[in-house]
């Protein structure tokens, strides 16, 4: 693929399309926020986290049963837990895919971010009856949350010039780094104050009131808009005009499966999965077993990862677009050049966080690292598949969503898994799974990767579903 386009002025960032970013960035955030919910309030939630069976007494000490109800959940019920709303995303994120590129995208993302916000404020009610009925629920809410994170990744083919696909995607994707920031803040104060079940109470509500709002504000053509200048209007059909919206389009499914371009993405997306899903759900434990501190500490310490990771996930979309914009290195090679950055360092950092960590600070900032630099990954593997395959970008996205959703199935049960059989050796086994997963995926990304359109993607294919 080319990397020089027409020169033309472009608007100033306070246009309508870094608006539509922003919003769904804030949907990602929300998402987040529901989907990390449960990570810390398990601390609280269940009589013990740690594979010993001893009770957190710094946790009792602070919270009572009546505001914060107790079960007795085991370590593998909880990795059920925490992993089963990614059952719910795996069996849909295909299809969710495929239908955003005949569909409305606007309908689709406003009610599916709606019936995941109601079934959130349902959730307490659900801890009441059994672990079973909380399991049911999370895989419902699955099916919700990879409804919205397939579908509105096609946004972008008709939102996003090629110039800005790199900044605008970094800020709409940035939010599933930002959501558990301010989720892990805000939850211990919420669970010490009001109680845990007012967590989900609250980012339900907040949730409802985004999907009403996502109405009113997106439309699905950028043409259609009543509240965007003439000129911006101009400015982003200008990149798309050549750009086939048909309700209509045959999968080479044949094909895709012999790509090894496509395969590369995915390998990196899994060995992305992989690793977030654990620091996502398991840094409350990693912390709560290694540092011993209350649970006001510990949402805070927690936080801390995902927040720089969103400053680092911001920084890779504007880093990404200005050496395209500067013809400094070909689009290729950015992508190989996010993607090493994005395994290789949080690799590092894993091996680190084991044996360079003995002190508190040594602990919190190579965990911080180990997070933050996964989100160089992002930028590269979700604009990559927009490259490669334009016209089956919807459906491309739901299959590497539902890639990386098996990986975090898999790694968020095994961790838990491995916690409860062996927890002297525990936390070794399953960084260094981390780091050798990572370095899979950078290798077989810089073997087999391309940046431009395969054969298959283009118009004169004909192969059926």
């Known amino acids: 693929m080319d990397n020089k386009f027409p020169p033309r002025k472009v608007p100033s960032f306070c246009s309508f399309r870094y608006g539509l970013s922003i919003?769904?960035?804030?949907?990602?955030v929300l998402i987040m926020s529901q989907r990390m919910c449960v990570s810390l309030t398990m601390v609280v939630m269940v009589n013990r986290t740690d594979p010993h069976g001893l009770p957190n007494t710094s946790t009792e000490e602070l919270l009572d049963n009546i505001k914060n109800p107790v079960y007795n959940w085991s370590p593998e019920i909880q990795g059920i837990i925490f992993s089963s709303i990614f059952y719910g995303s795996v069996i849909f994120q295909i299809p969710a895919g495929y239908l955003s590129g005949i569909y409305s995208v606007k309908k689709m993302v406003g009610s599916t971010l709606f019936v995941s916000s109601l079934?959130?404020?349902?959730?307490?009610?659900?801890?009441?009856v059994g672990e079973t009925l909380v399991i049911v629920c999370r895989v419902a809410q699955g099916v919700a949350q990879g409804t919205v994170a397939a579908a509105q990744q096609v946004i972008w083919i008709k939102w996003a010039p090629p110039l800005e696909r790199g900044r605008l995607t970094s800020i709409s994707i940035s939010g599933f780094m930002l959501g558990p920031f301010i989720t892990l803040i805000a939850t211990g104060f919420i669970c010490k104050s009001l109680?845990?079940?007012m967590v989900f109470y609250i980012m339900g509500a907040?949730?409802?009131?985004?999907?009403?709002?996502?109405?009113?504000?997106?439309y699905d053509e950028p043409k259609d808009h009543p509240c965007m200048s003439i000129s911006e209007k101009e400015y982003i059909t200008s990149f798309h005009v050549q750009q086939v919206s048909s309700s209509e389009y045959s999968l080479p499914i044949k094909d895709m499966l012999k790509s090894l371009p496509l395969w590369a993405i995915c390998m990196c997306i899994f060995a992305l999965f992989w690793s977030s899903t654990i620091i996502l759900f398991y840094t409350p434990t990693f912390i709560n077993s290694k540092l011993h501190v209350n649970i006001n500490e510990n949402g805070l310490l927690s936080a801390l990862p995902h927040l720089f990771s969103w400053i680092f996930g911001l920084l890779a979309g504007q880093m990404s677009d200005f050496l395209l914009s500067r013809n400094i290195f070909s689009i290729l090679n950015i992508r190989k050049l996010f993607i090493m950055l994005g395994l290789l360092l949080p690799a590092l950092?894993?091996?680190?966080?084991?044996?360079?960590s003995s002190s508190f600070y040594g602990t919190i900032i190579f965990l911080i690292l180990a997070c933050a630099t996964g989100s160089f990954t992002m930028v590269a593997v979700i604009v990559n598949t927009l490259e490669i395959a334009p016209r089956y970008c919807g459906f491309l996205n739901g299959f590497i969503l539902v890639i990386g959703t098996i990986a975090g199935i898999i790694s968020s049960t095994l961790t838990g898994i491995i916690l409860n059989q062996d927890p002297e050796s525990s936390w070794f086994k399953i960084f260094f799974l981390i780091a050798g997963i990572n370095v899979i995926g950078v290798i077989f990304y810089l073997i087999f990767a391309k940046a431009e359109i395969q054969d298959w993607a283009k118009e004169k294919q004909h192969t059926r579903l």
């Open 23 to 28: 919003l769904l960035h804030v949907c990602n």
């Open 119 to 128: 079934i959130n404020l349902f959730i307490p009610l659900a801890a009441q």
């Open 195 to 197: 109680g845990w079940p």
């Open 206 to 218: 907040c949730g409802c009131t985004l999907s009403l709002l996502w109405f009113v504000l997106f």
């Open 349 to 356: 950092f894993c091996v680190c966080l084991l044996y360079l």
